[in-house]
Structure formats: C-alpha cells, structure tokens
C-alpha cells in the first residue's frame, strides 16, 4: 500500500498530463478532468494505479485493503450486496480508511473498551454492522429498514450510516468523515420527502428535535446528521437501548460540531450526540494490549496513510499521529 514513506511530497501537473505519484517513477499519463475515470490513458503502467491531479485509485481494489484472509475477503464481498456506492480503490476514500480501522478494532475485540470510554458504561460484546449489512442476518439489518420505511420515500436507497455498533444496551451510529465535511443539504423538490420525516414514526421528530426541518437541513446544512439523529435514536428506542451518533473526523476538523448540532437536538441521559477522532482511535490502539503483528501493521498504516495531493500538488498526511504519540511518551 503506497503512503508517505512510497509517495513523492509533490507532483507535477503540466497542461494536458500528471505525473506518477510514487517515488522514483518518471511516468506521465493524460490529465483527468472533472469526473475521476478508470481508462488506461490515466493509468501508470508502472505501478499499475489510475492518476488524477489530486489522487489515484488502485487497479486491484483489494491493494487499499489491509485484512485479506478469507474471512475478511467473504465478509467484503458481502457488503456489495447492500452498500451502493463505493471508492475503495481511491486513496482518499473514507470506506477504505473505515473498513480497514473497524476491521481491526472487531478481530481484535477492541471494540467493546472503545464504546465503553465514549458511553461511560460498560458496552458488552457489540456487533458491527457495516454499511447497514448485518453479519448474523447476511442482509440489511432489519431494524435499520423497518426506519427506512418509517421516515423515508424510497427505502431501498434510504440512508446508509457508516458503521453501527449495537449491544444489549446501547445503540452507535458512527458518521466518518475524512476530506468530506458535514455539511449536507436536503435538495428534494417532492414536499412528501421532508414531510414523513417530520410525521414518521408518530411524529418522532419533535420528541428528538428543537429546530424545524428547514433550519437544520436546509440553513444550517446539517441534513445527514438530521437523517441519522432521527432514525438511529428512533430504533434505539424501539429497542430499549441508550443511543449515540458518533461523529468521527480528523482531529483538527470540526472542532465545533458539537455545539453547533446540538442546539438542535433533544439529548438526555439516553440519547447523545459525541465528536471523536481517528486520532483518538489510533491512541486507542496504541494503549491496547494487544502484541500481536497486526498491531504493528495498523500503527504504520495511521502514520503513513495519505489522502491525496492538494492544488498546489503538495502530498497530504491524513492523521496528525505526532500529536498522539507525543502524548502516550509524556
């Protein structure tokens, strides 16, 4: 997997052709433009990768992946089945820096000390379910469709949380933002989409909310938040479980998400919302007790994962892991 330690610190990008990204490589292929496309005129034949100005996408989409043993692999291709839009080859991609940290945290059975310091109680043997696909159901979780059918028109392509995370007691929704920001606007022009929002589930969305619709999805463009505040604590209730929307991004972006969401919702002593970090997960893992080889594989993958060239053509490092690791020697 190509990252800092493999990648040139810049690239240059003249007129009509980029050159590779990696090290040593004198490579050029065509510029892409606009929309990123998988052709061979973009595509190194070196190193066997698809170039734009700002990133690359591997061949193989399996190389952006860390987990490969069968198991892995067979739980991946399932999620195909449920998951409708995918990037995992792209080197800025969320889904790929997402599947391979929570692939890690659940073989590794990290999982349970990380909600328990984000719930301040004991979360016991959680399950995660990717991309809405339940491992124990080999579909869509249920629950997750019965609210898609409850507050959204078309729940075949209704909303698709990252990750969630559910024990006998508790319910997390986790967002994962990496270049991508929170701010999302409703754009539907049918009245009957916002309208079953707001009456769905016997008009659950005044006992969550302390805005209108349009303040928080329109003027405030916080639309996906809304979308999963409203289902995720709906299910949560259903189920009789305490519930959290985790919103996890990079430690030097939305610094104030939290006070800024929640002047719109209801929380109580049951129903949160909470801003982590990938960083804060990576010193999760660095305090871990885990010895064992992948370990030492996810602590290199957080030090040397890159997403991306900005529009100067300079390399950008993904997670500030200095930071983290001068903490833990202090």
Same mark, same amino acid.
Request: proline residues 3%; positive net charge.
């Given at each position: ?8 610190? &810049?690239?240059?990008?003249?007129? @009509? &052709? ?30 066997? !990768?698809?170039?734009?100005?700002? @990133? ?23 999620? %195909? %089945? ?14 790929? !820096? ?18 328990? +310091?984000?719930? %301040? ?6 399950? !995660?379910?990717? *991309? ?8 869509? *979780? ?5 609210? /898609?059918?409850?507050?959204? @028109? ?5 909303? +698709? ?22 701010? @999302? ?12 929002? +707001?009456?769905? =589930? ?24 809304? /979308?999963?505040?409203?289902? =995720?604590? *709906? ?42 970090? *990938?960083?804060? !997960? ?10 064992? /080889? ?37």
């Amino acid at each position: 997997m190509l990252g800092l330690k493999e990648l040139k610190s &810049t690239i240059n990008v003249k007129g @009509t &052709t980029v050159e590779c990204p990696v090290k040593g490589c004198r490579e050029k292929v065509a510029r892409q433009r606009k929309s990123f496309k998988r052709q061979e005129k973009f595509k190194c034949p070196e190193h066997n !990768i698809y170039i734009s100005p700002s @990133t690359f996408e591997y061949s193989n989409k399996l190389d952006n992946i860390l987990w490969k043993e069968k198991v892995d692999l067979d739980l991946f291709a399932c999620l %195909k %089945k449920v998951k409708r839009e995918s990037r995992i080859g792209r080197d800025n991609s969320e889904d790929a !820096i997402t599947w391979n940290v929570f692939r890690f945290l659940e073989n590794n059975r990290l999982l349970s000390g990380l909600l328990t +310091e984000l719930n %301040k109680s004991f979360v016991k043997s959680p399950e !995660i379910i990717y *991309w809405s696909y339940s491992q124990p159901e080999q579909d869509v *979780w249920s629950p997750l469709q019965e609210a /898609r059918k409850e507050f959204e @028109t078309r729940p075949r392509k209704g909303s +698709e949380p990252d990750i969630i995370m559910k024990s006998d007691s508790a319910l997390f929704f986790v967002e994962a933002k990496l270049t991508a920001s929170n701010n @999302t606007v409703f754009e539907s022009r049918n009245p009957k989409v916002q309208k079953k929002y +707001e009456i769905g =589930g016997d008009g659950w969305y005044k006992r969550v909310f302390r805005s209108n619709f349009g303040t928080i999805a329109i003027s405030e463009k916080k639309y996906e938040l809304l /979308r999963f505040w409203l289902i =995720g604590s *709906w299910i949560a209730e259903r189920l009789q479980s305490d519930f959290c929307l985790v919103n996890l991004v990079l430690s030097e972006r939305e610094k104030d998400i939290e006070k800024i969401f929640r002047r719109h919702i209801k929380e109580n002593q049951r129903r949160k919302f909470a801003r982590i970090t *990938w960083e804060d !997960i990576y010193a999760h893992i660095l305090n871990s007790n885990s010895l064992n /080889r992948d370990k030492d594989t996810m602590k290199r993958y957080f030090e040397n994962k890159t997403f991306g060239y900005d529009r100067n053509g300079k390399l950008q490092k993904a997670f500030s892991c200095e930071q983290v690791t001068e903490l833990e020697e202090e």
